[in-house]
């Protein structure tokens, strides 16, 4: 699959924003004709999952008004990991996971969605900078960094996102190879989202598509080569858990 460089998200003018909206339609489009012709072996599942599913507590000083936890979602929570085992390459995990929180943009179709950054300082990821992704439909979503560090870092949703929960990027050293990672623990923001997502399943399979695309882009980043496709692994939660816990 080829990958196109992107600015920096400081860099994004109001006009391409505007025409990166526009193109969204068309983007969705674009986006599933590739996973469907994509020649990568994917490895999907699904089953139920438990208590043991739920994402850890968000740290007391990154809660405030704008957060929001699952518990505001609506519907089941759907824990969810996107992994590639990367083969051929001669980077580090940490060399890796610097180029990607350098510029978040570098892995994302940007047909579908880009990274921008709302608070914190010009350059890469850092634990409390927020981020508004744009994505299809009328929903921004936007995201604060909870945890960072060399190999890693986790985005909890805030007020106004399409779901409500929580999200990681990792990359560590599988034996020789190297594997790349994206932890999901997410429920549907609310009422409509829950529609799209759990009942008619368009943003659930556009979301797939989205963090597919960033695993692969996470590969070509290490200079190496997907080692027997992707896996993609879903554990469904009943809305009971959540309340419970």
């Not at 003018?13 to 990166?20: D, V």
């Not at 599933?32 to 994509?38: A, E, I, Q, V």
């Not at 996470?218 to 992707?230: I, N, T, Y």
Request: aromatic share 8%; glycine share 8%; with cysteine.
């Amino acid at each position: 699959m080829a990958r196109q460089s992107f600015p920096s998200p400081s860099s994004i003018s109001g006009a391409r924003a505007l025409g990166a909206v526009a193109r969204w339609p068309l983007g969705v489009a674009i986006t599933s004709w590739r996973y469907m012709w994509m020649t990568t072996p994917l490895h999907r599942s699904e089953e139920p999952g438990g208590a043991e599913d739920l994402p850890d507590p968000v740290p007391d000083q990154y809660v405030d008004d704008t957060f929001k936890p699952v518990t505001d979602g609506v519907g089941p929570l759907l824990h969810r990991r996107f992994s590639v085992r990367i083969r051929e390459s001669d980077r580090t995990p940490e060399d890796v996971m610097e180029q990607v929180m350098d510029n978040l943009n570098v892995a994302v179709p940007s047909e579908v969605a880009f990274f921008r950054k709302t608070k914190g300082a010009n350059g890469p990821v850092r634990v409390g900078d927020e981020y508004v992704v744009r994505m299809p439909g009328p929903w921004d979503g936007p995201v604060r960094v909870i945890h960072q560090d060399a190999t890693s870092f986790r985005f909890a949703t805030l007020a106004g996102h399409l779901e409500a929960g929580q999200i990681e990027f990792r990359i560590s050293r599988d034996d020789n190879l190297l594997k790349f990672e994206i932890e999901t623990w997410a429920r549907a923001g609310d009422r409509l989202s829950h529609l799209l997502y759990s009942v008619l399943r368009v943003s659930k399979e556009v979301q797939l598509n989205m963090w597919l695309h960033f695993c692969l882009s996470a590969a070509a980043l290490s200079g190496g080569r997907p080692h027997e496709g992707v896996t993609i692994r879903t554990r469904t939660i009943h809305e009971s858990y959540v309340y419970s816990a």
